[in-house]
């Protein structure tokens, strides 16, 4: 019966100091609470508290942690909508204050983090949100940071995942945008078609420009041939007239034979009595 109990004894001893021993592992620390307040921090490595007297009452996490913000409806300062999340990237520095200060630090992070951002992009225009992440990450990470601290962890960084427009405003974005290219296409159009009047009429004057100057120097040539025809038969009398009248009539009567669309030529009933008395004269000058 002695041998019973010493053999009892001796097994709840060891199982009294096996309940003693606590190895904490790396990247961990463990709050240890000596008859319900807290006592110490057992670092990673060895340790032995006092069965029954001390408890591990809290296991926190030392390396950095990922905390996931779920995607949420934002509205912004213009009343649009938008869907944004974030990732946020957090450490725990101070056990005792993560575990006295809040009752969970990790849903506190995260609600806070969520909070913030609603309210940060609900300061923006639509344009501004979609287009300003670095600044949307600058400015949470200034107005969490401090209260970060006072529950023991350290803000690292804010990642923003996703800003997007609703359903409903993608849908008439992209139907805006359809609009402005349809109206950047119609004022293209109208541009070139000015251009082309432009320079149609530009043409047009520079043409009229040209057979202006070209009638002027033609009648210039008209005249100086006048004046020399004029000058040659001053003593004359009417026969150089005639002979050339009746030459420009017979090179005009030439032309009109060359044509391919002429078919028939109706020649004056005098014609013949006008080429007669044209070299008649001629003859009897000579």
């Given at each position: ?10 097994l709840?001893v ?13 990247g961990?620390?463990?709050?240890v609470?000596r008859l ?16 029954i007297v ?20 934002v509205?912004?300062?213009d ?6 999340n974030?990732v946020?990237?957090v450490?725990v520095?101070d ?9 969970n ?7 806070l ?5 609603r ?8 344009d501004e ?32 995942q996703?800003?997007?427009p ?9 139907q805006q945008a ?6 950047k ?5 109208a541009e070139?078609e ?6 149609k009429?530009?043409?047009e ?5 040209r057979?202006a100057?070209a ?5 210039k ?7 020399l025809?004029a000058?040659?038969?001053q003593?004359?009398g ?12 017979i ?5 009109l ?5 002429g ?23 000579s």
């Open positions: 019966m002695v041998e019973i109990l010493g053999l009892v004894l001796v709840a060891v199982v009294i100091l096996s309940r003693g021993i606590r190895i904490v592992p790396q961990s620390e463990w709050i609470e319900g307040k807290f006592h110490k921090v057992l670092k990673p490595g060895f340790h032995i508290i006092i069965p001390d408890r591990v009452a809290y296991k926190v996490p030392t390396k950095e942690l990922i905390l996931d913000i779920p995607s949420q409806e509205i912004t300062k009343n649009a909508v938008v869907r944004t974030a946020v990237f450490k520095t056990p005792i204050k993560a575990v006295y200060n809040i009752e630090f990790r849903a506190a992070a995260a609600n983090t969520m909070t913030t951002l309210a940060v992009i609900g300061e923006m225009n639509l949100a979609l287009y300003s992440r670095e600044r949307i990450k600058g400015e949470i990470k200034r107005r969490i940071s401090d209260e970060f601290a006072t529950w023991g962890m350290t803000l690292n960084t804010v990642e923003i996703d800003i997007l609703s359903d409903a405003l993608q849908r008439a974005m992209d359809a609009a402005e290219r349809q109206r296409a119609l004022v293209i159009k070139g000015k251009e082309a009047h432009r320079l009429a530009e043409g004057m520079l043409a009229a420009e057979q100057k009638q002027i120097e033609l009648a040539a008209s005249k100086e041939a006048i004046e025809v000058a040659a038969i003593n004359r009417t026969e150089p007239v005639v002979y050339l009248l009746g030459q420009k009539y090179e005009t009567l030439t032309e034979t060359k044509s391919s669309n078919k028939f030529i109706l020649l004056p009933a005098d014609i013949m009595a006008t080429v007669q008395r044209l070299f008649g004269s001629t003859q009897q000058k």
